[in-house]
């Protein structure tokens, strides 16, 4: 059983900072990669961070050094700290969670076929 629900989002100006957050209830939480993913109007999900059980993290090129993603697994949550947002930044953000593949964590595409998500919170980033 996995169920994940996201809190955080909002609209802010280009520059500024927003923190979400991923509330988990999974059973077998070490060995899940859990992840942040987005979604603009009219395109397809894509990954912009995501944390292995380990502490590995991956992240999006265009997110690198402004976004950091972190978990707490005492409190089986799952953060995301953006910073120097920009209106490219705007779209649906989505707490994900996926078996680990082998020793990491699976590719973004087969998050997007086995992955658990949760629904979404809106970000907006204005110019």
């Known amino acids: 059983q996995v169920q994940l629900v996201e809190s955080g989002g909002g609209s802010v100006q280009a520059g500024g900072s927003l923190r979400l957050s991923c509330a988990a209830s999974i059973v077998t939480y070490s060995i899940y990669c859990m992840g942040w993913f987005r979604r603009e109007p009219g395109k397809e999900r894509e990954a912009v961070a995501y944390i292995d059980s380990d502490g590995t993290t991956t992240y999006a090129d265009s997110v690198k050094g402004r976004f950091t993603i972190s978990k707490d697994n005492a409190k089986d949550t799952l953060n995301l700290e953006m910073n120097s947002l920009e209106p490219e930044d705007t779209g649906l953000y989505y707490c994900?969670?996926?078996?680990?593949?082998?020793?990491?964590?699976?590719?973004?595409?087969?998050?997007?076929?086995?992955?658990?998500w949760g629904q979404g919170t809106q970000v907006t980033v204005s110019s």
């Open positions: 994900a969670a996926v078996w680990r593949a082998g020793d990491s964590c699976p590719l973004p595409e087969k998050w997007l076929l086995f992955g658990y």
